[in-house]
């Protein structure tokens, strides 16, 4: 038993679903194109969110609502319908209630939306709707559509009524009642009671039989020309009362025992009145009250919403007949849309914010929908026979009441005869006024053509400025990059030109010290050439002048031996002629070291000197050859004297050693 509780509980959880709302912002109307005033609603369509943004007096408005989908100013009516309608007249093809109702200011497009500018265009190939064709002649449309595809037995009933300050009054009654009662200013007001199943019912609303949904566009025009509709300064043809446009579908099923079954599905499509502040409608002091109950209605409503929401113990449905009519679609077991229209236009910004209010707290009201029982053909059969008794009983107690008129046979047909006549002449002022309609549908799709085509090329050079936008950014930000990358390699660059110009200087005096090398190596070479020469001089004079003496001392002593102290004429001839072959030398030592000098510079002349030096100096370690380096310093101070010295220093030595050796060789002939 806890399990079946537990299953039923879990059951009616998952039954539970809230109220569809859908939020449709209308387009600037010309009027408000002219005066050039701002946008304050903002929609996006893909994140379903709308914005609302305004500062007025100081006070910045913004705020952001969230709906089960939004369609913005450029949505068509098509799109409306697909996206959110289809699937509810599908449902009330599969035996549920629906009810799908326009809520906002005045003016904002919920008749548009509803019943759109044309029911039906005529001409078309296979009855097709125009684009302005609003829900009511779409669902119409669509409901035949799939009854017809189906080999199922199908019955359609539909019924339109209007509630205007509070009273009840059947769109649909036949012409010459509502003459009358147009005649006598009065209209037949029909009474609301309960059904005894929970349900609202209108006493006396009367039902259409439909077999096609031309029939329900017919009935939808001679229903709107009856709404009460008045110019307003927010509308031009403002409604100024609810209606309830009502399709009701029985379907036959046959069970697998052969039992024949009915089911039914009911579409409720209501058109509320618009919400207005009434010192900005412009009404006057007869419309003031007109406009309080509609607004009291409304008001109603608001409340019942809030009530459900809040989850209040009492839900004030019977404060209004309005909530009273839609009981069964807030709360009860109907599947409930909610389509909130409003305008984007700054002077209806507090009715927009009312509007948005309400619609996203109708949200959270939760309905409980479930598909209508199936009943047997004889049970419906049964209960249609009870309904036609009925209403002949309210035929003949109203006959009773008012009386019978008799009308002669004669009068009959030509009443009958005038009005044909005058169907004639409606219908020929119907294809008047249907071929002006297409003109102007023509101009209209026209007008809607270029709009959305303007609308398509006016995104696309946003898109592309925001693209050059951010492309110029980008180039800018590249530009001052370049910029400093310049003025950096503009200084890299005059650094690298200042250092070429100082290696340039230091290459240029590289050369020059390179040169200056080479100069310098040259006369290194020549100076080695020159020292090698006066060396090899220098040498080849010393020795001649050992291989002298010691020839003239070996002659010497063969003399003396020879001779015993004869005449020393034959070593003095030698001697002397040795004496003229060193000083030969000399001389021609001392014209290369001057021929040096002449060539060159005294530097040549030096190294001469610094090398003859030298070279004397490592023979042998005798005090005259010490003297010469001690001379080494005048030699380079006076090279020209320096010159001159060796041949002073070989004729000396020659004189000293001829006269030591004349001396001996005396001293051996006076001791023989």
């Known amino acids: 038993m806890a399990k079946r509780k537990?299953?039923?509980?879990?059951?009616d959880e998952k039954a539970v679903v809230n109220?569809?709302?859908?939020?449709?912002?209308?387009?600037?109307?010309?009027?408000?194109?002219?005066?050039?005033?701002?946008?304050?609603?903002?929609?996006?369509?893909?994140?379903?969110?709308?914005?609302?943004?305004?500062?007025?007096?100081?006070?910045?408005?913004?705020?952001?609502?969230?709906?089960?989908k939004v369609f913005g100013p450029f949505a068509q009516q098509?799109?409306?319908?697909?996206?959110?309608?289809?699937?509810?007249?599908?449902?009330?093809?599969?035996?549920?209630?629906?009810?799908?109702?326009?809520?906002?200011?005045?003016?904002?497009?919920?008749?548009?939306?509803?019943?759109?500018?044309?029911?039906?265009?005529?001409?078309?190939?296979?009855?097709e709707l125009p684009p302005e064709a609003g829900i009511i002649p779409r669902a119409a449309k669509h409901i035949f559509d799939t009854l017809e595809s189906q080999s199922a037995e199908y019955s359609v009933t539909v019924t339109f009524l209007e509630l205007y300050n509070e009273e009840i009054t059947d769109l649909l009654a036949p012409e010459e009642i509502s003459r009358v009662a147009l005649e006598e200013k009065q209209r037949k007001q029909l009474p609301l009671m309960e059904d005894g199943k929970g349900g609202v019912l209108v006493r006396g609303l009367g039902e259409e039989i439909v077999t096609s949904a031309s029939e329900i566009f017919t009935l939808l025009e001679r229903g709107s020309a009856k709404r009460s509709t008045v110019e307003a300064l927010l509308n031009k043809q403002s409604s100024r009362s609810h209606s309830i446009f009502s399709i009701t579908i029985h379907t036959k099923e046959a069970t697998p025992e052969g039992?024949?079954?009915?089911?039914?599905?009911?579409?409720?499509?209501?058109?509320?009145?618009?919400?207005?502040?009434?010192?900005?409608?412009?009404?006057?002091?007869?419309?003031?009250?007109?406009?309080?109950?509609?607004?009291?209605?409304?008001?109603?409503?608001?409340?019942?919403?809030?009530?459900?929401v809040e989850h209040l113990g009492h839900i004030p449905y019977r404060d209004s007949k309005l909530t009273w009519l839609l009981r069964d679609s807030l709360g009860g077991r109907t599947k409930t849309c909610i389509i909130a229209t409003v305008s984007p236009a700054v002077h209806c910004l507090e009715e927009?914010?009312?509007?948005?209010?309400?619609?996203?707290?109708?949200?959270?009201?939760?309905?409980?929908?479930?598909?209508?029982?199936?009943?047997?053909?004889?049970?419906?059969?049964r209960n249609l026979y009870g309904d036609v008794e009925r209403l002949k009983a309210e035929v003949y107690a109203a006959s009773e009441k008012h009386g019978g008129v008799y009308t002669p046979k004669d009068r009959y047909y030509q009443w009958e005869s005038e009005r044909k006549a005058m169907t004639e002449k409606m219908e020929q002022m119907g294809i008047t006024l249907e071929t002006n309609q297409k003109q102007l549908e023509e101009l209209q799709d026209k007008y809607h053509v270029q709009v959305a085509d303007l609308s398509n090329k006016l995104r696309a050079t946003e898109m592309n400025l925001c693209a050059s936008v951010s492309e110029?950014?980008?180039?800018?930000?590249?530009?001052?990059?370049?910029?400093?990358?310049?003025?950096?390699?503009?200084?890299?660059?005059?650094?690298?030109?200042?250092?070429?110009?100082?290696?340039?200087?230091?290459?240029?005096?590289?050369?020059?010290?390179?040169?200056?090398?080479?100069?310098?190596?040259k006369s290194e070479e020549e100076l080695i050439k020159d020292g090698k020469s006066a060396v090899t001089h220098t040498f080849t004079f010393f020795c001649t002048f050992v291989g002298a003496s010691m020839v003239a001392v070996s002659m010497f002593a063969s003399a003396s031996s020879r001779l015993k102290c004869g005449h020393m004429s034959l070593p003095v001839f030698i001697w002397s002629f040795l004496g003229v072959v060193g000083v030969a030398n000399l001389m021609f030592i001392m014209l290369d070291m001057y021929a040096a000098f002449k060539r060159q510079s005294r530097v040549k002349v030096n190294a001469i000197v610094d090398r003859a030096f030298t070279c004397s100096s490592n023979f042998s370690e005798v005090k005259i050859f010490r003297a010469w380096k001690e001379m080494h310093t005048f030699a380079r101070r006076f090279p020209e004297i320096a010159c001159l010295i060796p041949v002073v220093i070989f004729i000396v030595l020659f004189v000293t050693v001829i006269l030591l050796c004349d001396s001996m060789l005396q001293d051996s002939c006076i001791k023989t």
Not at 19 to 26: F, K, P, S, T, Y
Not at 85 to 111: D, H, Q, R, S, W
Not at 281 to 301: D, H, M, Q, V
Not at 481 to 495: C, H, M, T
């Open 352 to 381: 927009t914010l009312s509007t948005l209010d309400y619609a996203h707290r109708a949200q959270h009201i939760k309905n409980k929908p479930e598909v209508n029982r199936k009943i047997m053909k004889s049970t419906l059969i």
């Open 19 to 68: 109220v569809q709302v859908l939020l449709r912002c209308r387009p600037f109307s010309e009027d408000e194109l002219r005066s050039n005033g701002p946008n304050v609603v903002f929609c996006n369509d893909c994140q379903r969110q709308v914005a609302v943004s305004q500062s007025i007096d100081g006070k910045h408005i913004d705020r952001v609502f969230s709906f089960d």
């Open 6 to 11: 537990g299953r039923k509980k879990e059951k």
């Open 259 to 308: 039992e024949e079954l009915i089911k039914c599905g009911k579409l409720n499509l209501v058109d509320l009145a618009g919400s207005e502040n009434i010192s900005r409608s412009g009404a006057g002091e007869g419309r003031a009250k007109e406009a309080g109950e509609i607004n009291k209605s409304l008001l109603t409503l608001g409340r019942v919403i809030n009530a459900l």
């Open 78 to 127: 098509r799109d409306l319908y697909e996206q959110a309608v289809f699937p509810i007249v599908n449902e009330v093809l599969e035996g549920f209630n629906c009810t799908i109702f326009a809520y906002g200011e005045t003016g904002t497009g919920k008749t548009y939306t509803m019943e759109g500018e044309c029911k039906r265009k005529k001409s078309g190939p296979s009855g």
């Open 472 to 521: 110029l950014v980008y180039y800018q930000r590249e530009l001052t990059s370049l910029i400093a990358r310049f003025y950096v390699d503009q200084k890299e660059n005059a650094e690298i030109k200042s250092h070429h110009v100082e290696e340039k200087r230091i290459s240029d005096s590289n050369k020059k010290e390179l040169k200056e090398l080479k100069d310098y190596v």
